[in-house]
Nanobody
Framework: QVQLVESGGGLVQPGGSLRLSCAASGFGLGYFAIGWFRQAPGKEREGVSCISSRDGSTYYTDSVKGRFTVSRDNAKSTVWLQMNSLKPEDTATYYC????????????????????WGQGTQVTVSS
């Protein structure tokens, strides 16, 4: 069974850090790109970052550039999203997804292309 499971969310103060994990099972993670998305209450889900399968190239949406870092270890079937300098506006449910091969701005914005999604992990940034 193809599955993605996120973990690592929680409550953090502004300026703090969290590291989200996305564990894959049931398929070869090394063949696919992994995307991170988030959805805040009352807002549409948005693409945050992604990492390609082959060359490890990455893309970040403007609001997280310089603060978030995506990485992967195919041998461990895991992708991480390191989130630093967190802001209240980063509060959302974060999802990882797969199903495409490449990480580009176009793919990150084409959410219908991402066929397998995790259940999400809640991130709350508040003092």
């Amino acid at each position: 069974q193809v599955q993605l499971v996120e973990s690592g969310g929680g409550l953090v103060q502004p300026g703090g850090s969290l590291r989200l994990s996305c564990a894959a099972s049931g398929f070869g993670l090394g063949y696919f790109a992994i995307g991170w998305f988030r959805q805040a209450p009352g807002k549409e889900r948005e693409g945050v970052s992604c990492i390609s399968s082959r060359d490890g190239s990455t893309y970040y949406t403007d609001s997280v550039k310089g603060r978030f870092t995506v990485s992967r270890d195919n041998a461990k079937s895991t992708v991480w999203l390191q989130m630093n300098s967190l802001k209240p506006e980063d509060t959302a449910t974060y999802y990882c997804a797969t199903g495409v091969y490449y990480c580009t701005e176009r793919y990150l914005n084409a959410q219908d292309e991402w066929k397998v999604w995790g259940q999400g992990t809640q991130v709350t940034v508040s003092s």
